[in-house]
């Protein structure tokens, strides 16, 4: 069974920048996409990022583009997630996360099977 590690998360000022990596035990035959996963206080989970483990095609919510780039080293078998200028209100806990094939909405939490146990970012004012 697959399973997720993320690394790299923390505290940090508005405007500065984290990198969050996710170390995969090992790819499965149906695995589509990886995503990042956040959930901010007081909300439900939502994708952050995904990405298309089988080529390139990279997804993003709206309030991450042009700062947020996913990224995956299938030699490594690890995920990145950059994160620049960052915002008070991308607080939260960042989820790896994978699916099981079948996804046809790549940014939408429930499509996701594989879990990682998170890791805490806080960005401050």
């Known amino acids: 069974q697959m399973q997720l590690a993320e690394s790299g998360g923390g505290s940090v000022q508005a405007g500065g920048s984290l990198r969050l990596s996710c170390v995969v035990s090992?790819?499965?035959?149906?695995?589509?996409?990886m995503a990042w996963i956040r959930q901010r206080p007081g909300n439900g989970r939502e994708g952050v990022a995904a990405?298309?483990?089988?080529?390139?095609?990279?997804y993003y919510t709206d309030s991450v583009k042009g700062r947020f780039t996913i990224s995956q080293d299938n030699a490594k078998k690890t995920l990145y997630l950059q994160m620049n200028s960052l915002k008070p209100e991308d607080t939260g806990m960042y989820y790896c996360?994978?699916?099981?094939?079948?996804?046809?909405?790549?940014?939408?939490?429930?499509?996701?099977?594989?879990w990682g146990q998170g890791t805490q970012v806080t960005v401050s004012s």
């Open positions: 996360a994978s699916d099981n094939g079948g996804n046809y909405r790549p940014l939408q939490p429930s499509n996701y099977v594989y």
């Open positions: 090992e790819y499965t035959d149906s695995t589509d996409y």
């Open positions: 990405i298309y483990t089988r080529g390139s095609s990279t």
